[in-house]
């Protein structure tokens, strides 16, 4: 015989303020079980399954799954991961819809000519955007000797993260991005590199560079002109021990010459500079001041030991570093 305090579904649903189908959803799914039933069959609940519905409400208020509702109710610990798994869930969905905003953004501001090329763009990269493409693009061209270490490193480096709030000149900039690194190489009558000596060591190149990078990283922020110093020094050891040699004026002439040779990618360092909207310079203009930098202390040491190319031939075909290596590791050059 059941206590005279049970309460019928109904009245349960009336003192909860729902209705009648919504209590037996939750009866069916065992988020609120029945304390017993009457003679006729009928579904009875005590007083403490008011409480239980009551929470059951506010969980679902905040959009928690029923799943997710049923394992805050048998374990209140739960409650925490539940609220942070949805935390991070709802953060991805904020982040589709602030590109999208944006994108939307980009369409509107434009003439009808530009709109054309600017939904082909956009309507390549998924929502939220992803970093995969970029990511291939730059594994694919690395030496194949490269530690996996160095090659997370660059990647790191080399791969703009989309911001969680972009402004529609962002999505553009990221858009373009990712045609480049996803379409076939802009570029015609690719020369073939050269192949590296048996002692090439890519590994100690790229921990030189990075080196030699973050040395040079201020002042390419403060916008100081190339120069002499620690920053160029590491930059030429890098090479050097790279190859076996020795820093000295003919491998610094040697040097000057081979990367001066070297076709750019400036695109592409430009672009990441709008996504990330960071003043930290990217690796693409550290590496260009740093080749500036080369230039100058060539052209200082005087006519018996200066390059004498143009300086137009000098300043217009340069690459990164990591793009230049990339190419002295394989058997032709990338984009």
């Not at 369409?107 to 956009?122: F, G």
């Not at 960071?278 to 080369?294: F, H, Q, R, V």
């Amino acid at each position: 015989m059941l206590p005279d305090d049970m309460w019928s579904i109904g009245e349960l649903a009336e003192h909860a303020g729902v209705t009648v189908k919504t209590v037996r959803f939750y009866s069916d799914r065992g988020l609120l079980p029945e304390t017993g039933r009457s003679g006729g069959g009928h579904r009875r609940y005590g007083p403490e399954a008011l409480d239980r519905l009551r929470l059951i409400r506010s969980l679902r208020t905040l959009d928690l799954p029923v799943p997710e509702v049923g394992r805050v109710l048998e374990k209140e610990d739960a409650l925490e991961d539940v609220v942070a798994g949805q935390l991070r869930e709802l953060g991805s969905q904020m982040a589709a819809l602030r590109w999208r905003q944006a994108a939307l953004h980009l369409l509107q501001d434009c003439t009808p000519r530009e709109r054309a090329d600017r939904l082909r763009l956009i309507g390549a990269v998924g929502t939220p955007p992803s970093t995969a493409a970029l990511a291939r693009f730059w594994r694919g061209w690395l030496p194949p000797r490269l530690p996996a270490r160095l090659v997370a490193v660059i990647v790191d480096q080399a791969v703009p993260q989309p911001p969680a709030a972009p402004t529609p000149a962002q999505v553009l900039a990221f858009a373009r991005l990712h045609t480049f690194t996803s379409g076939p190489c802009p570029h015609t009558g690719r020369p073939v590199a050269r192949r590296p000596a048996p002692d090439y060591r890519p590994d100690v190149l790229y921990d030189g560079l990075i080196e030699a990078y973050a040395l040079a990283a201020p002042d390419v922020r403060g916008e100081r002109p190339p120069r002499e110093g620690e920053a160029l020094d590491c930059f030429v050891s890098a090479h050097a021990r790279a190859r076996g040699a020795q820093d000295s004026p003919a491998f610094r002439r040697e040097l000057g010459a081979q990367l001066a040779a070297e076709l750019r990618i400036d695109d592409y360092w430009r672009l990441t500079a709008v996504v990330t909207g960071s003043p930290d310079p990217t690796p693409g203009a550290t590496d260009a001041w740093l080749c500036e930098a080369l230039d100058h202390d060539q052209e200082a040491r005087g006519p018996a030991e200066a390059d004498a190319r143009p300086p137009t031939t000098r300043s217009h075909l340069r690459v990164s570093a990591v793009r230049r290596n990339i190419r002295t590791e394989l058997p032709t050059f990338p984009c």
